[in-house]
């Protein structure tokens, strides 16, 4: 049965001429429909509107065996793992008797004190619930009391202890240790997730990832290991994003490298990748933080159909400070949906066979391959510092840009930002960076907005992550904006003079209230009309100093000047004008694809307040 013989055949040229029939009458750019559409990744891979069969890259496998692109050979959905930073046993307890399947625990000073392991796992049943571990300089320490427990219990660990070989003889030990007697317990984390929380790219993340593997078998094989004892000891953690196309293809493309370097060393048979997904921490936004909710759920279905043993959903709060029970229940509960109730991890692959999907997961192996190569030709992981700094910071810089221009968009923060929303505030996170005045996470007005990211548009100095690198939030610069703004004993506001009938400037004023509101600023319109002196006069009344112009070009053209220059004469400080035109007394423009931030910014400065 052929289930398309009912229909016409559709060739691409046909598209193309559909395609380019509707550019032209929407006004768009001339060019081929292929090149107008099309957008490029920040690692330079192109996005193409339409894919067919001749874009496939080539078989990709059959699921459970080399290249592993398409994963796991059972479909048994992944593993629920959900993180704790705070040595709270019945906030572990409610998570495992409510949907959660194994622990990632947070050990040191700032976190779970070692000492306090016993207590935090005193009622885990250590055989059923695999504990994931992350003690940086503690794991030793962290890693013998978890060996006590089980031993005390009379059962075998499952998990990972969170170690690195690369960094000392202790992670070869514990990789020994597990390898020799703990079948079911890994010594060795690579985890990429700070070079996405520095603000690299996928490619980036994955030939960072790659090499740091590849540092870690250098060193289990030089401690004695096999190659395939020592990649049976290597787990792999990644970011999942609310781009879900973007993480489909990641997962996809790690499972391929590692599958090459797996065949290089000898061991083909065990090239089949470990990963552990987490929703992006620098996705998270702690302006309107119940969007987050949306961002982690699309994470989170992008990490399950891309393939991912254990994923991670971070509390829509966790910017905030400390995760509530609540936000702890609706994180697994998330995961709980997608497994039970949609059913998404009973397929294998689902993704597996997209023309698009496929091609995008090849073009990202490629990419990261090749970086992944220039870091080894520097000497490895270890030493090419400077390289992966310099790379990651250029990446950063461009999408701080995209979100400054918001060609990224952020939504509750960058576009429909809430001036009224409620207030959430939570306590402080032990292990979060505080905020700019000192004041811990959680500290800030809005209960978030804390210092957590570099300043990527304002030159001051980011925080430090792990290896060096500086650890960001994408929606920051705006957020230091509302938090200034909100401190204020009276919101700044600005005044947008619409001009005519609400037909002619309903969609300028909304464009221009979202812009200036997304830093915090509140605004008051004029109503209709177009009498310059009335217009003039409720500028007054409302005790703004910058005001905009909202219209059509039509009118502009008849009202724009009159209406600028009676502005000004009622105070105006500075005349925005919503749209491209030029007129006599506007001082700037604002229009969709202007770099919002360069304008909230110069608006302060208008206004006078100090950032």
């Not at 768009?28 to 339409?50: F, H, K, M, N, Q």
């Not at 090849?362 to 970086?371: G, I, V, Y």
């Not at 070009?553 to 004008?577: E, F, N, P, S, T």
Request: hydrophobic share 45%; aromatic share 6%; net charge negative.
């Amino acid at each position: 049965m052929e289930l398309a013989a009912g229909f016409a055949s559709i060739s691409r040229d046909d598209w193309r001429a559909l395609a380019a029939e509707v550019l032209r009458k929407s006004g768009a750019e001339a060019g081929a429909p292929e090149e107008v559409l099309s957008r490029t990744t920040y690692d330079g891979i192109t996005v193409a509107p339409l894919y067919d069969a001749d874009d496939l890259p080539g078989a990709p496998g059959v699921p459970g065996a080399t290249p592993y692109v398409r994963g796991s050979a059972t479909a048994a959905g992944w593993d629920v793992r959900q993180r704790h930073a705070v040595a709270d046993p019945e906030a572990v307890l409610a998570d495992l008797e409510n949907g959660v399947t194994s622990l990632w625990l947070v050990v040191g000073p700032d976190a779970i004190p070692v000492g306090e392991l016993g207590t935090v796992l005193q009622d885990v049943y250590l055989d059923l619930a695999p504990v994931v571990l992350e003690a940086g300089e503690l794991t030793a320490e962290a890693a013998e009391a978890l060996f006590e427990l089980a031993a005390a219990r009379d059962v075998t660990p499952s998990g990972n202890l969170g170690a690195s070989a690369a960094r000392g003889p202790a992670g070869i030990e514990l990789a020994r240790r597990c390898a020799a007697g703990f079948p079911g317990l890994r010594a060795v984390t690579v985890d990429a997730t700070p070079y996405h929380d520095a603000g690299g790219s996928d490619a980036e993340e994955l030939a960072c990832s790659i090499a740091a593997g590849v540092a870690e078998l250098r060193a289990l094989t030089g401690g004695g290991l096999s190659a395939g004892q020592a990649l049976g000891q290597i787990d792999f953690r990644y970011a999942a994003t609310a781009d879900q196309f973007a993480t489909i293809a990641k997962l996809r493309a790690a499972r391929r490298l590692w599958a090459r370097v797996a065949e290089v060393c000898g061991a083909p048979e065990a090239g089949g990748q470990r990963q552990h997904a987490v929703t992006s921490a620098a996705m998270m936004t702690a302006r309107d933080p119940w969007v987050n909710l949306l961002r982690t759920t699309l994470a989170c279905f992008a990490a399950g159909v891309g393939g991912a043993q254990a994923v991670t959903v971070r509390p829509f709060d966790a910017c905030l400070g400390l995760p509530d029970a609540f936000s702890r229940r609706i994180a697994r509960n998330t995961q709980s949906l997608l497994l039970e109730e949609s059913g998404l991890g009973r397929v294998l692959d689902p993704a597996g066979g997209s023309w698009y999907v496929e091609r995008r997961t090849a073009d990202l192996a490629e990419a990261a391959w090749t970086f992944f190569q220039e870091i080894e030709a520097a000497g490895g992981i270890a030493a090419a510092g400077d390289l992966v700094a310099g790379r990651i910071a250029a990446t950063r810089e461009r999408r701080a840009d995209d979100i400054a221009h918001r060609r990224f968009p952020i939504t509750g923060v960058s576009e429909f930002p809430d001036l009224h929303e409620r207030p959430l505030r939570r306590p402080a996170s032990p292990e979060g960076p505080p905020s700019e005045s000192g004041a811990p996470q959680g500290g800030a007005p809005q209960g978030g907005a804390p210092e957590e990211g570099a300043r990527l548009r304002e030159g001051g100095g980011p925080l430090a992550g792990r290896d060096g690198l500086p650890v960001i939030r994408y929606a920051e610069p705006f957020e230091r904006l509302r938090d200034l703004a909100d401190a204020l004993p009276e919101r700044p506001k600005v005044f947008l003079a619409t001009i005519g009938p609400l037909s002619a400037h309903t969609a300028r004023a909304a464009f221009a209230a979202n812009l200036f509101q997304a830093g915090g600023l509140a605004t008051e319109t004029s109503g209709q009309g177009t009498d310059p002196e009335q217009i003039a006069t409720a500028f007054a009344v409302s005790g703004a100093s910058v005001a905009c112009l909202c219209s059509s070009d039509k009118l502009y053209a008849q009202h724009a000047a009159a209406v600028a220059a009676a502005l000004r004469k009622a105070g105006a400080r500075k005349v925005w004008l919503a749209g491209k035109g030029h007129y006599e007394g506007v001082d700037a423009n604002l229009h969709a694809g202007c770099d919002a931030l360069a304008v909230l910014h110069e608006t302060y400065d208008d206004l006078e307040v100090t950032r």
